[in-house]
């Protein structure tokens, strides 16, 4: 075995030498679900694993690369990825498990958990941002079965229009209420109520994008007290409102 020094100087030759050509990012092809991403910095995507390009209904990566989220996803949607990569690069820190709405070239929404890392070059200078997309669902499959927090998980799907007590899906795990929260946000980076939250706002992206239904009773049908704070909530989300977002399928 060599030494902690040495091994970082021949990662460093190695990670020079490597054909910018031989797309080493495929490997991520081999883990389902798993999309990979880079972007330079004025968010031109240069790389795309095959998993992300068929999400967004290419046929190839060469059709794919070049393109902003600009091109390729509602503004409002592209304009919150926009401000998001820019903060990551400014503080040159990683964004990691983000649970974020996904829209594809259909307008089909689903829910991806995101990680984002800042490129540096070797004279730490920033060169954009590479990131890892996961369907959320086939993560939440790799929990061990006896994590007890599925249980919760099974219970805010099955009830997530209703009002839900924090405490009893708590109890329903056999977990104090702090024990809960902290457990829950570290696997997926949000408070209970940010996630029932995100739940709600799936759905509704849905009714609002297949249908005329009154925005007043998808609010009602979703939990909310009235349209104005299911208005308020959406609009945090996917910083659009409702109708905003409605119009974009019209």
């Not at 999400?55 to 091109?71: C, K, N, P, Q, V």
């Not at 739940?199 to 104005?228: K, T, V, W």
């Amino acid at each position: 075995m060599i030494d902690t020094v040495q091994a970082k100087k021949r990662r460093s030759s190695l990670l020079k030498a490597i054909n910018p050509e031989s797309r080493f990012y495929h490997l991520f092809d081999c883990v389902p679900g798993l999309s990979f991403f880079a972007k330079d910095r004025d968010g031109v995507l240069l790389a795309a694993n095959k998993h992300l390009v068929a999400l967004y209904g290419f046929d190839s990566e060469e059709a794919f690369i070049g393109h902003t989220d600009f091109e390729l996803l509602p503004r409002r949607l592209a304009e919150k990825y926009r401000r998001d990569d820019l903060a990551i690069m400014e503080h040159r820190e990683p964004a990691t498990k983000i649970v974020e709405l996904f829209l594809n070239r259909q307008g089909i929404p689903s829910w991806f958990l995101t990680s984002k890392y800042p490129i540096l070059s070797s004279s730490n200078e920033v060169l954009g941002i590479m990131g890892i997309i996961q369907d959320y669902h086939q993560y939440r499959e790799r929990f061990p079965d006896e994590q007890d927090i599925n249980k919760a998980l099974d219970y805010i799907h099955g009830h997530y229009r209703e009002k839900i007590s924090i405490i009893d899906l708590a109890l329903m795990c056999q977990l104090s209420l702090r024990q809960f929260e902290r457990k829950f946000k570290s696997y997926f980076n949000l408070s209970p109520t940010q996630y029932i939250m995100k739940m709600r706002i799936h759905e509704a992206c849905d009714l609002l994008c297949n249908g005329s239904r009154p925005i007043g009773d998808i609010a009602f049908a979703l939990g909310f007290y009235d349209q104005s704070s299911f208005t308020v909530q959406f609009k945090k989300t996917m910083s659009m409102t409702p109708l905003q977002y409605r119009n974009q399928f019209l």
